[in-house]
């Protein structure tokens, strides 16, 4: 039996600490000019009507093991940034959508979470991590709009802060 193709709907969560350090994995799958592709937590969505924050929370549990869900200890620290980006998907990726699929919708999200916050990568699907500083971080990104989203996150890290009432 074949996999279902990929529904072209994903998440990128930006997952930060206070100090604006940034996750950034290296996916498992790299080929030729991504071989170095590192990246912030993304993810499609496993159904249509499955709603972006669940995509988000799932994800960030596959690809991390940090639990965000609501009640967690970061449940309150989940974010949606109200910002989406539409992009063209890489070709060697195309098979995984349907005939005629060209273009991915991603959604936005912020997760903050403690210095030092433990990580345990799907070895499956990434290799490696790293903590960076925002703007290191922002240059390491293999994706352009990965990349944009991480260089956000001093305006949005701020309203987060505001939504959570947590001190700055």
Not at 46 to 68: H, K, N, S
Not at 79 to 104: F, Q, S
Not at 108 to 128: A, I, K, M, S, Y
Request: charged share 20%.
């Amino acid at each position: 039996m074949s996999k279902p193709y990929k529904i072209p709907q994903s998440v990128l969560v930006v997952i930060y600490t206070p100090q604006r350090d940034v996750l950034l994995i290296r996916r498992a799958d790299g080929q030729g000019d991504t071989l170095d592709f590192w990246q912030s937590v993304t993810g499609s969505k496993d159904a249509p009507d499955e709603a972006l924050v669940d995509t988000a929370v799932r994800e960030v549990w596959e690809e991390t093991g940090i639990d965000c869900a609501p009640g967690s200890r970061y449940g309150r620290t989940l974010h949606d940034w109200h910002l989406e980006n539409v992009y063209t998907i890489y070709p060697h990726w195309l098979h995984r959508y349907a005939p005629g699929v060209t273009h991915n919708r991603e959604h936005l999200f912020g997760l903050q979470v403690e210095p030092g916050c433990p990580v345990r990568l799907n070895p499956r699907e990434h290799t490696d991590y790293q903590w960076l500083p925002c703007h290191e971080a922002a240059q390491r990104c293999f994706s352009p709009s990965n990349a944009e989203a991480i260089l956000l996150l001093e305006r949005f890290a701020q309203a987060d802060l505001v939504a959570t009432g947590a001190p700055p």
